[in-house]
């Protein structure tokens, strides 16, 4: 009744664990599920949220009316099952949360089937989830997903913790596994060090590689597009200053049309300034500038180059001589840009960071050369140039669709005038001259950063480095570690295979090492339930074989010394049940002597009382024989006074006496002592008597 009781508490326990654990599973899910729906933005849940969670609730509702019931096996099967079906649909789903979800469905599984299944079966099942385990982590490497979520510090951490857990939880259950889980668990432990260090060491080094390797291929890149949007700008330069060369002539002439102090002259020059703002459009001033064989030099040139607009010729003051459409001024020796290009008469060229064109609704930059004669600057040609041109060559088709290149005009802002993201400043500023990852445009990028350059021998030189335009190439990580990514998929595989392999051989190395020693625990049972007769087969000669031979021994020993323990104690019972009878019978001996000493006591005359003992003793002491010899007075005869047999009494009728000192009874008077003669045909002393048989 006992040993029921012992088998029947495990599966009670259990019961009561299952259904601990299915009400704790119901009610966390169900919290959780209320939550997200109710109070998680979609964009913070993925898609599978709103009816995974109310599924597994629902299976760990249904689980825990089957443990109350007492089937509390099919209702942890059904909610593992549920578990297992919500982890495989979440990497089916959902790029870039495998990992963390197959070690969380590993831990979950592990333990709850350890809780509340037989040993046996939550070890199948644990092994069952560790292989499940493969088909998560290969669903997360070559499924697509549907949706995809960003790989954070956090989901690392989680990963990692969730692993640590696992192992913990192996290695506090480790004394529990059989010997031959234990060998299992060593061959794969080993397997996943072993490969997983060297997967991670070749993984760190290829991706340091790669990214070394697309980093100076990105780098190449911006430095080459940054000499060619110089070059660019250098070109354009060269066409105004190769105009600029045939308008010297004109310029000159122009300048030197002034008559007056130059304070006089810049009072012409003003008034024309205000005659040419609030006159008419078709004014005699306007069209004078307009209509000019410079104008029209000017108009072929933008012919041949459509992407310069706005282009005119004033002279060394800044009054227009010519322009291929209407200006808004006529003057322009106080704005910044003639100054630059003037430089005081020494001369510059002058080219602007982006500004708006509100004609042509575009960014252009303003171009201005000056026209020398004689080292002195007779006039300024000036241009706007659309951006639209350096972005054409920016994206060419040998980028196009592979990298994102920006040209950066300023601290915080493109040249298509969209700002740069303040948090993104410091990692552009970085990379640098270089490459580097960092956060570009919100997403992880591999980021190469060069100065925009010229020609060392351009004019155009200082103008273009004060600009001070970088070229940004960007490649979106993920692409540009794409090889890395399969040699990663690649390698994992091959870990996972490798790893499974370890499992089998482990599997068929545990049994090959653990029967041997299960064997001799089956024998050391049964040898302690009494089998002595059993003996353990040597298979090896190795250590396992030589405690074969010990147990063999031990058995042997333990045989010999059983069989000495039975023959002792045999001999033991004997002696005990020889002094039990000698004791009973000196028992009853003194109950005789006892019961004779009661009768004798009474009875005071001799002839009446010797009789009486003779008879007595004998009857008690079963003797055939009893006397009573008294010693007579001379000390010389014991003669009989009474007896029991017939001998006896012919004896006592002829008055038998016996000398004292010979024969048993003379012996014994003489002596005072008793005696008995335990053979009585060899006894010397013994006297033979006729009357006696």
């Not at 064989?293 to 040139?301: G, M, N, S, Y």
Request: charged content about 20%.
């Amino acid at each position: 009744m006992t040993m029921e009781k012992k088998r029947e508490k495990p599966s009670h326990i259990q019961q009561i664990a299952a259904q601990r654990v299915t009400m704790t599973t119901f009610l966390l899910m169900l919290a959780l599920t209320t939550f997200t729906i109710f109070f998680v933005p979609n964009g913070d849940k993925t898609p599978l949220d709103n009816y995974m969670m109310p599924l597994v609730a629902l299976s760990a509702g249904f689980s825990y009316i089957l443990a109350r019931r007492g089937r509390h096996i099919p209702g942890i099967y059904i909610l593992l099952g549920c578990i297992a079906l919500v982890s495989l649909a979440y990497p089916l789903a959902i790029k870039n949360i495998g990992w963390q979800t197959a070690f969380g469905m590993l831990l979950i599984t592990t333990g709850v089937a350890t809780n509340t299944l037989p040993q046996r079966t939550s070890g199948r099942i644990s092994v069952a989830a560790f292989l499940f385990t493969f088909v998560i982590i290969l669903i997360e490497i070559f499924a697509p997903g549907m949706d995809e979520v960003p790989i954070t510090t956090s989901s690392i951490i989680v990963t990692v913790v969730l692993g640590v857990i696992y192992l913990g939880f192996i290695f506090y259950r480790f004394s529990q596994f059989e010997l031959r889980t234990k060998l299992i668990i060593f061959f794969v432990a080993i397997s996943i060090f072993s490969v997983g260090s060297v997967a991670a060491v070749t993984n760190i080094l290829t991706r340091d590689e790669i990214t070394q390797q697309v980093g100076r291929n990105q780098q190449t890149l911006a430095d080459r597009l940054a000499f060619e949007t110089g070059t660019e700008l250098e070109s354009q330069i060269e066409n105004l200053q190769a105009v600029a060369s045939q308008l010297e002539t004109s310029a000159e002439d122009a300048s030197n049309s002034y008559t007056g102090t130059e304070d006089e002259i810049l009072i012409r020059i003003l008034a024309l300034d205000q005659e040419w703002r609030t006159g008419p459009d078709q004014g005699a001033l306007i069209l004078k500038v307009l209509n000019n064989a410079i104008a029209d030099d000017l108009r072929e040139f933008q012919r041949r180059f459509p992407n310069h607009t706005d282009i005119f010729l004033t002279d060394r003051y800044g009054a227009n001589i010519a322009a291929t459409d209407q200006i808004p001024d006529y003057y322009h020796g106080g704005e910044d840009w003639w100054r630059t290009a003037y430089n005081q008469g020494r001369g510059r060229v002058y080219i602007s960071q982006p500004e708006f064109n509100q004609t042509s609704q575009s960014f252009g930059i303003l171009m201005a050369v000056p026209i020398i004669s004689n080292g002195n600057v007779v006039g300024v040609l000036r241009t706007t140039y659309s951006v639209s041109t350096i972005l054409e060559n920016l994206q060419t088709s040998e980028t196009s669709g592979v990298f994102d290149i920006d040209l950066r005009i300023s601290f915080n802002s493109y040249i298509n005038g969209d700002a740069i993201d303040p948090e993104e400043i410091p990692g552009l500023n970085s990379v640098s001259g270089k490459y580097g990852e960092i956060i570009y445009k919100g997403e992880p990028s591999l980021v190469s950063q060069y100065r925009v350059f010229s020609s060392a021998d351009s004019l155009a030189q200082n103008s273009v480095s004060l600009l001070n335009w970088n070229i940004i190439v960007k490649q979106d990580l993920d692409d540009a570690l794409q090889p890395v990514q399969q040699q990663t998929r690649t390698i994992t595989v091959l870990a996972m295979v490798i790893m499974l392999l370890a499992g089998l051989g482990g599997y068929a190395a545990s049994i090959r090492l653990a029967e041997p020693i299960i064997t001799l625990t089956g024998i050391a049972g049964k040898i302690a339930e009494g089998d002595l007769s059993i003996q353990a087969r040597v298979q090896s000669q190795d250590e396992i074989g030589e405690l074969a031979n010990s147990f063999n021994r031990m058995t042997g020993q333990l045989r010999d010394t059983l069989s000495g323990l039975e023959r002792r104690v045999a001999e033991r019972t004997a002696d005990l049940d020889t002094a039990r009878l000698i004791s009973e019978r000196r028992a009853q001996e003194l109950q005789s002597i006892s019961e004779i000493s009661r009768t004798i006591s009474t009875e005071q005359r001799l002839d009446i009382l010797l009789p009486l003992v003779t008879r007595l003793v004998s009857e008690r002491f079963d003797y055939y024989h009893a006397g009573i010899f008294f010693v007579d007075d001379s000390r010389q005869f014991a003669t009989l006074q009474a007896a029991n047999s017939d001998g006896g009494r012919q004896m006592l009728a002829r008055g038998h006496r016996l000398d004292i000192g010979k024969g048993l009874v003379g012996t014994v008077a003489q002596s005072g002592k008793p005696r008995i003669a335990l053979d009585v045909g060899s006894d010397a002393i013994f006297f033979d008597n006729p009357d006696l048989p």
